[in-house]
């Protein structure tokens, strides 16, 4: 028998939300994993969020920008990853509409450079068919779907995006594809809805609520609060994550949705009532800091995924409760907030 080949796993944007939570995962799941963090900190990356992984042996941090190709082949060379994860990325759809320039930077010319050093790094290394190259993609790619209808996007659905974001994120599955097609790269793609859990930068929907309302501060829900979403809790997005990559078919995208499509303004009230049993006010509270404001500029109305494909091929399922993590989520940024 051949010798097994230990993992040299490179994730990107590892000190944010969804990499960070991925490297917990990982690094529980294969402890024999070598872990390599690359990721520039912007506002949304943050080291604290490794806390108990930096100590180990086998991860290394490196800061840095995924544009910089030099430093890419710096990483390259020196940890000889196998497996790539790249979640680094600009990440919020209000951010992109008034500045969309760092998104295309960093989506697509830095998704461009990973994917050229990398193959470059396998082709050389004789490592191309032993290495696999994850794109972290999202479901808004698929643009928005009527409130009314009951569609939902399937890996087949033609892309439509509609925010600087997710024009960003389409353009970097594109390249991913063609270097597929092109040069035999052994990519996959993962689409994802949204994620919620600890550790996610405090301006997205649900740690917005969570800590204004504990602070007394005004919800702010867009338009009309009808807009939903499918919600998903990122450990669930982890272990499809750790599945597509070890056992994903080359070339393929698969979606991750949670089934669990909520309208804004009901989560709103729902986070809204579990605060109420976590601190023990009274839900009233923090329902009445509800505030509607004008609607953002090209408001998705709807996004719903089918996930049929990784649930049938795979054998993955969410394995949280909705109510369960999300009150386990409002309970440890409230921890935070008491530090
Ligand atoms: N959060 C969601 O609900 C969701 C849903 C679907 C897909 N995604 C995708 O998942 C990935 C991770 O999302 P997240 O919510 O964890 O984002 P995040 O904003 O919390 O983290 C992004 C990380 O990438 C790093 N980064 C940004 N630009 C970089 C660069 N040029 N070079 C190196 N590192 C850089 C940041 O410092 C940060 O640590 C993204 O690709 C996003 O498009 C997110």
Redesign the pocket.
């Known amino acids: 028998m051949g010798k097994v080949m230990s993992k040299v796993v490179l994730v ?8 960070s939570s991925f490297i917990h995962y990982l690094s529980k799941e294969h402890p024999d994993y070598v872990i390599i963090n ?5 506002y ?3 080291l604290e969020n490794l806390r108990g992984i930096d100590t180990r042996a086998n991860y290394h941090f490196v800061k ?4 910089n190709r030099e430093l890419v082949e710096y990483v390259f060379e020196k940890f000889k990853p196998n497996y790539v994860v ?7 759809v209000d951010r992109s509409i008034t500045g969309p320039e760092v998104f295309v ?3 697509i010319y ?1 998704t461009q450079v990973l994917l050229d050093v990398a193959k470059d790094f396998w082709v050389r290394n004789n490592m191309l068919e032993h290495s696999r190259f994850l794109q ?5 790619v698929y643009g928005s779907l009527p409130l009314e209808s009951k569609d939902k996007f399937t890996e087949e659905s033609p892309l439509n995006p509609n925010s600087p974001y997710s024009a960003s ?1 389409a353009g970097a599955d594109l390249l991913c594809r063609s270097y597929y097609v092109t040069y035999g790269m052994p990519i996959l793609i993962t ?5 919620f859990g600890p550790r ?2 405090p301006e ?1 929907l649900i740690p917005l609520m969570i800590n204004n309302a504990v602070q007394g501060k005004p919800l702010p829900v867009y338009g009309d609060g009808q807009n939903m979403r499918d919600w998903l809790y990122v450990e669930d997005n982890c272990n499809a994550i750790d599945l597509v990559l070890h056992k994903g078919i080359i070339g393929e995208i698969y979606n991750i949705g949670g089934g669990n499509e909520w309208k804004n303004i009901d989560l709103v009230n729902l986070i809204c009532e579990l605060l109420g049993e976590v601190t023990g006010k009274p839900s009233e509270n923090y329902k009445r800091l509800i505030t509607f404001i004008k609607d953002r500029p090209g408001h998705d109305r709807r996004y719903a995924l089918n996930s049929d494909k990784i649930r049938r091929k795979l054998q993955w399922k969410p394995k949280w409760n909705f109510r369960d993590a999300l009150r386990y989520t409002i309970e440890w940024y409230v921890k935070q907030f008491k530090l």
Do not use: P, V
Not at 38 to 42: E, F, G, I, R, Y
Not at 86 to 92: C, D, G, K, P, V
Not at 191 to 195: D, F, K, P
């Open positions: 990107t944007g590892g000190a944010g939300f969804i990499g690359l990721d520039k900190l912007t949304a990356g943050n840095g920008d995924i544009t790249n979640f680094a990325a600009e990440s919020h930077r960093t989506n830095g972290i993609s999202t479901d808004e994120k689409r994802s809805s949204n994620n996610q930068y997205k």
